[in-house]
């Protein structure tokens, strides 16, 4: 399945996500981080700045607010400053898009200029229904598989998001789709993250959360999403933002660390015998939780505040 890189990692703050006008997806908040009117010589004054001391590094990731394909985002001055310093170091780039932005010319503006060139874009479900009412995606699953296919004959590699437990699913309901948009991503990844919803400011999420309406993923629940992966075939990656927090994916605490630590072993190994779990009595209650919650008033609200911690 290949070999650990050193990987760095730029963040840049832009103008924002083109999404945002829409509403925004549902649990995403990075357009609060954006900063209005960024251009090129803004851009590349953040990114040489990011750069320094960075050191060598294999993979560089270069994240914004929504993304790097749109040319209102990021300008093809300050993508080119980015290319060239990668290009130059022999270093591969992974840059985010959604769907519409991804083109054979946006691509190939990528590609032609350097050879090692990976694209994510995020799948989240592979359920229109669940895009549309949970996610507020404004794309479709046919959207996300010709932007892959666009990807793929551009000479690009493919990197797939996977969401796990968008609102209003139950915890079982997410686990569910989670596979399901895993199985469809690994027809053309090469790569597949598998990403937990965590309570983000500013967001839908974060309202429902704060009424009870909704708990972020328990971590038996990433556990159980990996373990199905591990027949696909694909590198699947999981790291939770803010894992073992009770805005992140978490269990009672008691054993989130050692699962925590275990699926990040998981993913650098791509070994399933990398993912080994620690027994804990909140095992028995996410049971529970994934057999009754759908039978609750509205299906989604946190069980887990009802029951005494274990």
């Known amino acids: 399945m290949g070999k650990v890189a050193e990987t760095g990692v730029v963040i840049l703050r832009t103008s ?6 829409s509403g925004a997806c549902t ?5 609060i981080e954006s900063v209005r009117g960024a251009g090129a010589d803004d851009l590349s004054a953040q990114f040489a700045k990011a750069v320094e001391g960075l050191g060598d590094v294999e993979l560089l990731k270069v994240y ?3 993304s790097f394909l749109d040319d209102r985002e990021v300008p093809a001055e300050a993508a080119r400053t980015i290319l060239d310093w990668c290009r130059e170091r022999g270093t591969g ?3 985010e898009s959604r769907a519409e932005f991804v083109t054979e010319e946006s691509v190939g503006a990528l590609t032609g200029v350097h050879d090692d060139i990976e694209v994510a874009i995020g799948l989240e479900s592979a359920n229109d229904k669940v895009l549309k009412y949970s996610i507020n995606k404004n794309m479709t699953v046919a959207d996300y598989d010709r932007a892959a296919s666009t990807v793929k004959r551009s000479g690009g590699k493919l990197r797939s ?3 796990l437990k968008p609102p209003f699913l139950t915890e079982a309901e997410a686990v569910e789709d989670a596979i399901a948009a895993a199985r469809h991503a690994a027809l053309q990844s090469d790569t597949i993250s598998l990403n937990p919803v965590n309570i983000q400011k500013g967001t839908l999420v974060e309202r429902l959360w704060k009424v009870w309406a909704y708990r972020s993923p328990w971590l038996w629940s990433v556990v159980e999403v990996l373990n199905a992966c591990a027949s696909l075939d694909r590198k699947v990656v999981c790291d939770p933002t803010g894992g073992g927090k009770e805005r992140g994916a978490h269990n009672c605490g008691g054993c989130d660390g050692a699962i925590l630590d275990s699926i990040k072993d998981h993913s650098l190994a791509q070994s399933r015998s990398a993912l ?6 909140c095992h028995d209650l996410w049971q529970t939780v994934m057999e009754l919650e759908g039978f609750t008033v509205g299906g989604t609200c946190d069980l887990q505040r009802f029951f005494r911690a274990p």
Do not use: F, I, Q, R
């Not at 649990?27 to 357009?31: Q, V």
């Open 93 to 95: 780039l992974l840059v």
């Open 27 to 31: 649990m995403c908040g990075y357009n």
């Open 16 to 21: 924002g996500c083109a999404h945002a006008a």
């Open 64 to 66: 914004t607010s929504g």
């Open 161 to 163: 998001y996977v969401l």
């Open 276 to 281: 080994k779990t620690p027994e804990c009595d």
